[in-house]
Structures are given as structure tokens and as C-alpha cells.
């Protein structure tokens, strides 16, 4: 089945400690993105990336970082620059813009 | 600039009662519409999509939403709820760009 997977599913990160988030998809969509989302605020863009070797930075990036070496894998890392990372991360993808399908989320928490 | 206003946060309904869920969203150029759900601790998953065509667009589990240009909304309907529609609901728009903009999500309770 094509899909998006994201893994792990639950993270734990220490205080100062980099964490990467991983996305894959066998959909051969070219579009990929990364959100990150906080009770009563809904998505915000962190990263989004249109084609291989190529992205920009959404409406949060800071503190956080990406790579699109593969055109099915996106992951995210979380930095120790990120003050407040404990939250949940959705990623999606999609052909152009008429459609955004989503992986099932990684819940990152602090600890 | 695109953006997306949806008008409640939270909408309690009673079983088998009529359920309307509002959506306002702003652009300067057409634009793709969409109506996602999200239960606890997973994705969104799409119920509905207006990308062009007839103005009332029906989608998964009974629900539809009407595309109306004049009043730049998009509201979502659905005329009988059950207990398993208990969610949180997101409209998103997209553009030119290749980016969705999402609002802040409603959530709905159906109560027994």
C-alpha cells in the first residue's frame, strides 16, 4: 500500500540533545512537508520541500532542520536550538497542491 | 498571502443532530479547498476536496461543504452526527506556491 510512514511514533529527547524525525513515502509525490502541531493552534509549517536537493523554511524553522536527499525520505531534525520542542510533528506530501496526505505523527516530549 | 479562519473552536452536538462547522478562508488568487479530520494521537486524513466544478462537494463518512466564492467560505455540513464523528476538524486552503495553510481546527464533540 502507498503511504507515508513516520517513525518512531513517541520520542524522548534530554535537555541540549538533537533528534531526528523520519519520513518516508512511496507515493512518488514531489512535494514534501513538515508541521508541527500544539493544542488550540493548529499546523504550522515548519520546513517544506518541492523537489530533490531543495527547501524552505516555513513559518517556525527556527531551531530546526531538514534534508531532501531521496525524493521519498524528508526527515527533520529537532536541534538543541529549539527552546520548546515538546509538541507533535506531522509529515505530508503531495503532487503539486491538490491534495496533502499525512504519516499517523511523531510525539516528541522532553524530558 | 493565503489564510484560513475557522469561526469555532469547539462544537458540541447532540446524536443524530444536524452539524454545520464554519470555515472563512482570504486569497488573492483561486484556490483549492480542503476538510480534514484528525482523531486522537494520529494524521489528518482527507474528508473532503473543492478543487473546481459543482460548488457542493460530498465526501467520506456523510459529510459535504459548499464552496461559495461571494462569502469566500467553505462550510462543512453533515445532517445527522454519530458518536464516532467526535474529532477535531481542519480546513486548509492551497494555491499557487504548493503550500496548504490550515486553520486552527474545531473540535466536535457528540454528545449521547
Known amino acids: 500500500d502507498g503511504g507515508i510512514t513516520q517513525s518512531p511514533k513517541y520520542l524522548f529527547r534530554k535537555e541540549g540533545q538533537n533528534v531526528t524525525l523520519s519520513c518516508e513515502q512511496n507515493?512518488?509525490?514531489?512535494?514534501m512537508y513538515w508541521y508541527r502541531q500544539d493544542p488550540g493552534q493548529g499546523l504550522r509549517l515548519i520546513y517544506y520541500?518541492?523537489?530533490?536537493?531543495?527547501?524552505q523554511k516555513g513559518d517556525i524553522a527556527e531551531g530546526y532542520s531538514v534534508s531532501r536527499e531521496k525524493k521519498e525520505s524528508f526527515p527533520l531534525t529537532v536541534t538543541s536550538a529549539q527552546k520548546n520542542p515538546t509538541a507533535f510533528y506531522l509529515c505530508?506530501?503531495?503532487?503539486?497542491?491538490?491534495?496533502?496526505?499525512f504519516g499517523q505523527g511523531t510525539r516528541l516530549t522532553v524530558v | 498571502a493565503q489564510s484560513v479562519t475557522q469561526l469555532d473552536s469547539q462544537v458540541p452536538v447532540f446524536e443524530e443532530a444536524p452539524v454545520e462547522l464554519r470555515c472563512n478562508y482570504s486569497?488573492?488568487?483561486?484556490?483549492?479547498l480542503f476538510w480534514y479530520v484528525q482523531y486522537p494521537n494520529q494524521g489528518l486524513q482527507l474528508l473532503l476536496k473543492?478543487?473546481?466544478?459543482?460548488?457542493l462537494v460530498k465526501g467520506i463518512n456523510g459529510f459535504e461543504a459548499e464552496f461559495n466564492k461571494s462569502q469566500t467560505s467553505f462550510h462543512l455540513r453533515k445532517p445527522s452526527v454519530h458518536i464516532s464523528d467526535t474529532a477535531e476538524y481542519f480546513c486548509?486552503?492551497?494555491?499557487?506556491?504548493?503550500?496548504?495553510?490550515f486553520g486552527t481546527g474545531t473540535s466536535l464533540t457528540v454528545i449521547p
Open positions: 505530508a506530501s503531495s503532487i503539486r497542491w491538490q491534495e496533502a496526505f
Open positions: 507515493l512518488n509525490h514531489d512535494a
Open positions: 520541500s518541492q523537489i530533490v536537493n531543495d527547501f
Open positions: 486569497s488573492s488568487v483561486s484556490v483549492y
Open positions: 473543492y478543487l473546481s466544478g459543482s460548488t
Open positions: 486548509a486552503v492551497s494555491g499557487s506556491g504548493n503550500q496548504f495553510y
